[in-house]
């Protein structure tokens, strides 16, 4: 226990930073803004004209022109936009502009102190990006921040998916730009594509303020974003996965396969099946890879993947759910061949597959920042994994008013019915007393099964999931109203309060109520916060069961008996209760830890591909130089004579077209790699080894088959002499690859697996 304890006291420190130095700098504002209040806005703005500065490194302390800075934009959200800033919000600002992430309760105000610490960056001659969860809040914060900025002559803009490349262009020259995370990713990776300099968005990646920061930089940082093309598929190869899907559907459970957690395995029977159907005699050997892992994925998506939880299906289209926000994702989609898979289980195969031309992670678009910072309500519980990943310190900011939320420990029961029951009977007793009840669920099967569950009861409640996400301000707006019972999946990031008219603040505020343990305790505290916002009365609770996915199996047996009403009251099983979600939540850490390694390795190879594409958008003529290198003299000397004055430009666009489509193939080999490297382990290999090694070699000739294959197209050309076309290239289609890591393992996998989780749940309890 000395040991935990010891483990304990370090994490809790890790990461973690105090604004108490800041409070000289907060007070100076609060000063200049009183002295100032009765001198016209203008007169102070030059003033507090700064000089512009490319960088400026994390953790300086605040200088005093910018806090008469921060004082002129407060004077303008109070004048232009309505706002007087309180003094947390100024110190938020403030921590913001020290480089610290900030950790305020939902209520309390991050999009004005994000406007503030922007407005400040901007005098200081930065440029600054508010990074948003999507278009809605992007377009709502920009119009709240063009009202403050505007008036000291700080430009502004807004970037949303339905933006064109000039509209993007013009807006990545403003000072500060409000945009969805998704979408300065995408513009990055179009810039990687353009055969024009003059196409590219060139958005300057200085300071990055990143709303809801550990969703974003943690839970959402590893899934690669894709640039895509769609191409026809290989009739051979469908009949293949069509073969092994029918198969799948007709293993026993136990005998053929077995689950666990989020993942199915093939036992020795069911490998057996396979190859039989296959007719090959052995599954596993190195010439049946890719059939190998056909047969793997097939099985996950029948057997490991959910309709309505995992994902709803539209217009014929799967759309897969966000387990972090609850909400259908658009344009994400999983790796080729597990997302066919799902295609072909659901019967909606259409016979076209997919090309990548580029991706790319948030994690690595953070990294590129001069300057990362970041909000939330639950960033303090991330403190030590923002720290690890990105060296950023967290401070949590005072609340304005007292909490008078209060929150209940877990009611855990015996089994999900008698959960559910219980839960029935809290939210019925709060409805009869006239208080508003926020039923949070996980899933959008729960949401709709909850909702029928109440209507027996003759409750009526609305209902918000990934399947009706444009009724979310109306469901919301009213969600506040006595006596009003609300149904949502999760609620992080969704960016809308929820606000108590007088009779339901009389009857106690809002009651929270969570259906099931979400996997990091960051998604509970985050269900709580909706209650109890800038000191309105609430209360919260979370009810869970023995059956919920999250314990299945793994509490203690001879300790579950409950009371009369199914209640479990063990302290020994109550405290495994939170051990098994600090686990759960080391095991996502850990699956996005190993997604960061493979990426890296693309990272690298990406930059060298980079290096070389500027290079020659820069200087046509070193394409010149490389291609004709590869040609005889004499053809060489045709090609100068064919191509004239155009000869460095076509050189330049054939040299970058070869590079791109190399990439491209490149990229799909090491999705495909990926996908099945896994199966490596059943041969005593290491997975991520075994990617590094045969992904370096895949790219060691890569440029220099770019090189070759454009000079044979300018050889072509001569023979044929005719000048070689231009290729047009539209951006693609723009998904998010949900990386899936099936739980596969040696024993000695598992052994350590089982201690690291011990490990983590130890030093984070």
């Known amino acids: 226990m000395a040991l935990t304890g010891a483990f ?51 953790g300086n302390a605040v200088k005093k022109s910018e806090v008469e800075a921060l004082a ?113 990713t995408y513009d990055l990776m179009r810039d990687n594509l353009v055969l024009s300099a003059d196409d590219e968005t060139a958005p300057r990646l200085d300071v990055a303020i990143v709303d809801e920061v550990d969703a974003v930089l943690l839970d959402e940082a590893t899934q690669p974003l894709v640039i895509a093309r769609t191409s026809r598929s290989d009739d051979d190869h469908d009949r293949v996965e069509l073969a092994l899907a029918r198969l799948v559907q007709e293993l026993v459970p136990g005998k053929d396969f077995v689950t666990g957690g989020d993942s199915a395995s093939f036992t020795d029977a069911g490998t057996a099946r396979v190859e039989q159907e296959l007719g090959i005699d052995n599954l596993f050997d190195p ?61 909606l195969l259409d016979g076209s597959s997919v090309e990548i031309l580029d991706q790319l992670t948030i994690q690595e678009v953070a990294k590129r920042y001069d300057t990362c910072i970041g909000m939330s309500g639950s960033a303090s519980l991330a403190a030590a994994d923002l720290h690890e990943r990105y060296q950023l310190l967290t401070a949590r900011i005072p609340q304005r008013r007292e909490l008078r939320r209060i929150d209940d420990p877990v009611e855990l029961y015996v089994t999900a019915a008698l959960r559910d029951a219980a839960a029935v009977e809290r ?81 106690g505020g809002l009651l929270v109520v969570a259906i099931e343990c979400y996997p990091s305790p960051r998604l509970d505290a985050q269900l709580r916060g909706r209650s109890g916002r800038q000191g309105d009365p609430g209360s919260s609770v979370v009810f869970a069961s023995l059956e919920d996915p999250l314990f299945a199996g793994g509490l203690p047996a001879d300790e579950r008996d409950g009371d009369e009403e199914g209640r479990v009251t063990s302290a020994g099983v109550l405290a495994a209760v939170e051990q098994h979600q600090r686990m759960a939540e080391g095991r996502l850490l850990t699956q996005h830890e190993h997604a960061w390694a493979f990426t890296r390795v693309i990272s690298e190879h990406r930059s060298t ?32 004579t064919l191509l004239g004055d155009d000869l460095d430009q076509m050189c330049a666009h054939l040299a970058l077209v070869e590079i791109d489509d190399a990439w491209s193939l490149h990229l799909a080999h090491l999705t495909a790699l990926r996908e099945g490297i896994h199966l490596r382990r059943l041969a005593r290999l290491s997975p991520l080894a075994e990617f590094d090694r045969e992904a370096r070699a895949g790219f060691e000739m890569l440029l220099l088959r770019a090189a070759t294959a454009a000079a044979d197209r300018l050889a072509e050309a001569v023979r044929n002499n005719e000048i070689p076309p231009v290729v047009s290239r539209d951006p693609g289609a723009l998904w998010a690859y949900r990386v899936m890591d099936p739980n596969w393992g040696s024993p000695e996998d598992k052994f350590l697996q089982f201690v690291g989780e011990r490990l983590r749940a130890a030093i984070t309890g």
């Open 8 to 58: 304990n006291l370090l994490r809790s420190r890790r990461g973690r930073a105090s604004l108490s130095g800041l409070a000289t700098q907060r007070d100076a504002v609060l000063r200049v803004v009183e002295r100032d209040r009765d001198r016209p806005l203008a007169s102070l703005v030059p003033q507090v004209s700064l000089p512009p500065t490319r960088k400026k490194k994390k």
């Open 287 to 347: 010439d049946h890879v890719e059939l190998a892992t056909a047969a793997n994925l097939a099985l996950h998506a029948d057997r490991a993947l959910t309709r309505d939880v995992d994902y709803v299906i539209e217009n014929d289209q799967i759309q897969l759910i966000s387990a972090t926000r609850g909400r259908v994702v658009h344009r994400q989609r999983w790796p080729e061949g597990l997302h066919r898979a799902v295609q072909i289980a659901e019967g």
């Open 427 to 507: 939210v019925a007793e709060a409805h009869r007393a006239g208080q508003p009840v926020l039923i949070g669920t996980q899933s959008v099967v729960q949401s709709e099964s909850f909702a029928a569950l109440l209507s027996e009861h003759g409750i009526d409640a609305g209902v918000l999931n990934a399947k009706n996400p444009e009724d979310e301000a109306s469901v919301i707006a009213e969600a506040g109203q006595a006596g009003r019972v609300t149904i949502s999946t999760q609620m992080a990031g969704r960016g809308t309060d929820i606000v108590l008219t007088e009779d339901a603040r009389e009857a």
């Open 72 to 184: 002129v934009l407060c004077r303008s959200a109070s004048e232009h936009a309505g706002f007087e800033p309180f003094a947390e919000q100024i110190l938020a600002a403030l921590g913001l502009l020290n480089g610290f992430c900030v950790d305020m309760a939902t209520g309390e105000g991050k999009t004005l102190a994000a406007v503030l610490a922007a407005g400040t960056y901007a005098l200081n001659g930065r440029r600054v990006h508010v990074l948003c969860p999507n278009d809605y809040l992007a377009t709502r914060d920009h119009q709240l921040a063009a009202e403050i900025l505007t008036p000291l002559e700080i430009s502004s803009a807004v970037v949303t998916e339905a933006s064109t490349t000039a509209e993007r262009q013009q807006a990545y020259r403003q000072h500060v730009v409000h945009l969805p995370v998704h979408e300065i």
């Open 609 to 640: 591909v980079l290096t070389s594409r500027r290079h020659l958008l820069a200087e046509p003529a070193a394409a010149t130089r490389e291609l004709l290198r590869h040609l005889e003299s004499e053809e060489a000397d045709a090609v100068a």
